[in-house]
């Protein structure tokens, strides 16, 4: 029981790492190609449904591709396929799910070339599948090294205390999403 717990918590520390590198990165891009806008109106406004410093594709594409690794890192090109796989299914379902739910689009590839009803475009596939790379070889390894000397109390108190915020983000996100800088509204609510 105690290992599965350890996992348990592991792959919510995952989660939430890859959430918050995903808000993180939104940020820097956006602010990258919108120079009119000051860091602090991209960070108030920006990304993502929830208004936490958080964005749950990322994670949970995180941790389904360090999930993935474990059983294709010995197979790099393999992987890399795998990676871009996933992230497409994952970054299409999303939209179409966000879109249904909120009736607004975060983000629209429409104008990207090779792109599938603007909801993921080759290029983005194939930066997902490099930074899946990174994440099983790079990120993940020097995250376990780091996350196994934590205690397991200090790990549950993390875990805990992250998990309930998420909710409660989540919660208020449902009444009112964050339709910030980018998001473009698609119907009537």
Request: aromatic letters at 14%; proline letters at 7%.
């Given at each position: 029981m105690k290992k599965i717990n350890n996992n348990i918590c592991y792959l919510i520390i995952l989660f939430f790492t890859g959430s918050m590198i995903g808000w993180f990165l939104e940020i820097i891009a956006?602010?990258?190609?919108?120079?009119?806008?000051?860091?602090?109106?991209?960070?108030?406004?920006?990304?993502?449904?929830?208004?936490?410093?958080?964005?749950?594709i990322y994670g949970f594409g995180f941790v389904l591709l360090v999930l993935l690794g474990q059983k294709l890192k010995k197979r790099p090109a393999v992987l890399f396929l795998g990676n871009v796989v996933v992230c497409g299914l994952l970054e299409y379902v999303t939209s179409f799910a966000l879109e249904l739910i909120f009736h607004a689009r975060w983000w629209d590839y429409s104008t990207k070339f090779l792109n599938l009803n603007g909801r993921i475009y080759v290029g983005g596939l194939l930066l997902f599948g490099l930074a899946g790379m990174i994440a099983v070889y790079i990120i993940e390894p020097w995250m376990r090294s780091r996350i196994v000397r934590i205690r397991p109390q200090i790990k549950v108190i993390l875990v805990t205390f992250l998990v309930i915020a998420f909710c409660m983000d989540t919660f208020v996100a449902l009444q009112s999403p964050n339709l910030g800088i980018g998001v473009s509204i698609t119907g009537v609510r």
């Open positions: 956006f602010k990258s190609s919108h120079s009119n806008f000051t860091w602090v109106e991209i960070i108030l406004n920006l990304r993502g449904v929830l208004h936490g410093p958080w964005v749950p």
